[in-house]
């Protein structure tokens, strides 16, 4: 039989005892009753997000939801009970009297320090326990008496409680800073990429390199690109260290990059799949399903890679700089292309014949170039960034493993 574990396996130096194993209603007070204030900011179900408190109304409390009734106190925790899978809590640490939230929340007055009830109930062996006790299933949920019968470990000594919730709430400070930089930067870009691509009616852009002037040319994609090819019709097996096979779902939906968390090599002769082999410069389509219109610009850093059945490749001809054309593919003027062109009676899709009608704007090729190198420049500040992000959130969890019972 395993031995019960009473101690976390790693802690503060000068702390060495047993934690105690209690009920969650034993360190905290359960939705603690007021009067609410007759006018408030009500913070609902779909205010926070993660640990963060990212919206929230006035209400008058003749006129509010029922739903209104528990008025924070500064330290207070509130939890989602709903879909607690989420880890949609907050610690209410503002000194306003005015913030009233859903009963979609269970309230918690900690007795002891705030950040480290915080830390533990975001912890995943606390949110096995809670979905243990949860009931439905479209929309799991906790009541609060469930919630707080709940077993938990914590410290004898307040003073480790304290060092453990100051240190987690250092890397949450991290993580937020790391956050908004990716999304100033994410901003940056979304903003660049529908200025410095002519709009619909001009043949200029908005901004532009000063040593540029002229009008850009309208051209088709058919005309740009030597073929579109459809990929391999080939199942995905183990990856055998070489050769990578990239299907619709290997491409990151967020910064549209080849996924390399779970490699699959294609299950068929290669020696007779040169022309299914990606080069330098070569652009990928999705031609069909929810994802239609997803696109992947090949790095040769990305290795020796194989393209799936169900997208499309473009060989962008050398006359035309292949940066340049895959950023015109994140353009609002894009999506709207897709959404326009995908529309099916089943499942959307788009085949080569309609992507090489997609329209695109194209200046000299130095000037594609220039402006290639910039989206480039700024892809990779955006690639760092969330590395970085996903480095301090990976560090967090193993931490919260380590460092809770």
């Not at 209603?25 to 926070?48: A, C, G, H, Q, R």
Request: hydrophobic share 35%.
């Amino acid at each position: 039989m395993t031995e019960k574990k009473t101690k976390p396996d790693i802690r503060f130096k000068g702390f060495d005892g047993d934690w105690d194993e209690c009920e969650l209603e034993t360190i905290v007070e359960f939705n603690p009753k007021s009067e609410l204030p007759e006018i408030f900011e009500y913070v609902d179900l779909e205010s926070v997000v993660g640990t963060e408190m990212i919206t929230h109304r006035e209400e008058r409390k003749v006129s509010a939801p029922s739903r209104a009734q528990r008025l924070a106190k500064k330290g207070d925790l509130f939890y989602q009970t709903v879909r607690p899978y989420q880890k949609n809590n907050y610690l209410f640490e503002k000194s306003f009297n005015n913030y009233v939230f859903s009963t979609g929340y269970a309230q918690m007055r900690p007795l002891g320090d705030g950040y480290f009830l915080l830390c533990l109930v975001q912890n995943d062996k606390f949110i096995k326990s809670v979905l243990n006790r949860c009931t439905g299933t479209s929309y799991p949920s906790i009541n609060s008496t469930d919630l707080a019968r709940i077993q938990v470990n914590v410290p004898v000594e307040l003073d480790e409680q304290t060092q453990t919730g100051n240190y987690f709430q250092h890397i949450d400070t991290l993580i937020t800073l790391h956050q908004r930089k990716y999304d100033k930067l994410t901003t940056l870009k979304t903003a660049m990429l529908e200025k410095m691509f002519p709009k619909s009616g001009s043949d200029v852009p908005e901004i532009r390199f000063k040593e540029f002037t002229g009008g850009w040319k309208e051209q088709k994609l058919g005309e740009i690109a030597d073929n579109l090819d459809y990929g391999l019709n080939a199942a995905a097996i183990k990856f055998d260290g070489i050769n990578k096979y990239i299907r619709i779902t290997d491409i990151d939906d967020e910064n549209n990059e080849f996924k390399t968390d779970a490699l699959t090599s294609p299950d068929t002769n290669l020696s007779n799949a040169g022309d299914f082999r990606l080069k330098e410069g070569d652009l990928l389509f999705a031609r069909t399903g929810a994802s239609v219109g997803k696109t992947y610009f090949y790095k040769i850093s990305d290795g020796v890679v194989f393209f799936a059945g169900f997208l499309i490749r473009a060989r962008i001809k050398p006359e035309y700089d292949p940066v340049f054309i895959f950023q015109n593919t994140l353009t609002n003027k894009y999506k709207s292309f897709i959404r326009f062109t995908s529309q099916r009676s089943g499942q959307p899709g788009v085949n080569a014949q309609e992507y090489s009608s997609f329209e695109i704007f194209t200046p000299i090729l130095s000037e594609q170039a220039k402006i290639g190198a910039f989206f480039k420049q700024l892809d990779n500040l955006l690639s760092f960034q969330k590395k970085e992000l996903e480095k301090l959130k990976t560090m967090k969890k193993a931490l919260l493993e380590k460092m809770f019972v």
